[in-house]
């Protein structure tokens, strides 16, 4: 692979840093490789690794947000002081960790290197090929 202009590592880093802005920041990486996939390799494999990275940690996030959801109303209605600000830091370190993950991603291809998610990188390489 040749060496990435410095757009395509711009566009690159940015599909990936997209992640703070929610199914809102997803939607312009999606834009980003709908539009540069054909003429950039690079941006082709880094926008839909943080496309899909990103897809899965908002559904993932989702699903812990809503399961503890009913704990924290539990813990309120039952008079335990500590569990919801336990559930609520457990779910913030989650996302912030979901976060600093895509930062990683957005480091890597600002220096235009190649990342790869961890256990969904591969999946990504063979399905969206």
Sequence with gaps: MN??????????????????FS???TAIAAVIW????????FVKYSV????????VAMIILRIVAFLCGPKVGLALTLG?????????????????????YGVKGAIAAFHGK????????????????
Excluded: T
């Design 3 to 20: 060496e990435p202009s410095s757009e395509d590592r711009i566009l690159a880093g940015f599909s990936h840093l997209m992640i703070i």
């Design 23 to 25: 199914w809102y920041g």
């Design 34 to 41: 709908i539009v540069k996939k054909d003429r950039s390799v």
């Design 48 to 55: 839909k690794q943080a496309v899909a990275y990103q897809i």
């Design 80 to 100: 335990g002081p500590f569990l919801p600000q336990a559930v609520g830091a457990v779910w913030a370190l989650a996302a912030l960790g979901v976060l600093l």
């Design 114 to 129: 190649k990342f790869r998610y961890a256990v969904i990188g591969k999946f990504v390489d063979n399905i969206l090929n």
